[in-house]
């Protein structure tokens, strides 16, 4: 199973890319609306999650969580209490943990990005406390992965495929795309 968070302001394209992917490789996934059942992203699409933070039990019963980017939804996230019991539950059990564009900074804020390498949306770097900042579209460091921005959600979303299901499954879904 896997979660991903989404709060008003969040990156439609970071988040809508990634969850679509994950759904045609058949990855049970579902969105969790921190700010109610419906979210609206950043450029002002709204997406009605399937569970809301109220609903979602608390377990460590999953395999990933994800946080989308994007301004404030990155914010929203970040002040929310069941993001950050997720992301402590996701940290001391080993699980996936995902965000892209200016939500690493939400990982580094809890230290989780000490020692590791990562990469976020251009001008957040000040808050990836201890991490190594890597000029990449996408970087996985152990259970993390983060992602640059939007122009990298294809990578990021194929990079968390990869890391569930496999290279192979990963490799598969990449040829259905037809990016060429």
């Known amino acids: ?10 990156e439609e394209i970071e988040a809508l890319y990634t969850l679509d992917l994950l759904r045609r490789a058949s990855v049970e996934a579902l969105t969790v609306g921190i700010t109610g059942k419906t979210a609206e992203g950043s ?9 809301t933070a109220e609903q979602l039990p608390f377990n460590d019963e999953f395999d990933m969580i994800i946080l989308p980017g994007g301004m404030p939804g990155s914010a929203n996230l970040d002040s929310s ?11 001391d059990n080993g ?3 995902c965000a892209i564009c200016a939500a690493p900074y939400i990982l580094g804020k809890r230290g989780l990005l000490t020692g590791k390498k990562a990469t976020c949306f251009p001008s957040f770097e ?13 970087v996985k460091d152990g259970n993390i992965i983060t992602g640059r921005a939007m122009g ?11 890391a569930l299901k496999g290279k192979e499954c990963a490799e598969e879904m990449k040829k259905t795309i037809i990016l060429k």
């Open 1 to 10: 199973m896997v979660y991903m968070f989404l709060a008003n302001g969040f």
């Open 43 to 51: 450029h002002g699409i709204p997406v009605v999650c399937d569970i």
């Open 81 to 91: 209490d069941t993001v950050d019991k997720y992301i402590k539950l996701a940290s």
């Open 95 to 97: 699980k996936l943990i």
């Open 126 to 138: 000040k808050y990836l406390d201890g991490a190594e900042i890597v000029d990449a579209g996408v």
């Open 152 to 162: 990298s959600a294809h990578t990021f979303a194929l990079t968390i495929l990869e």
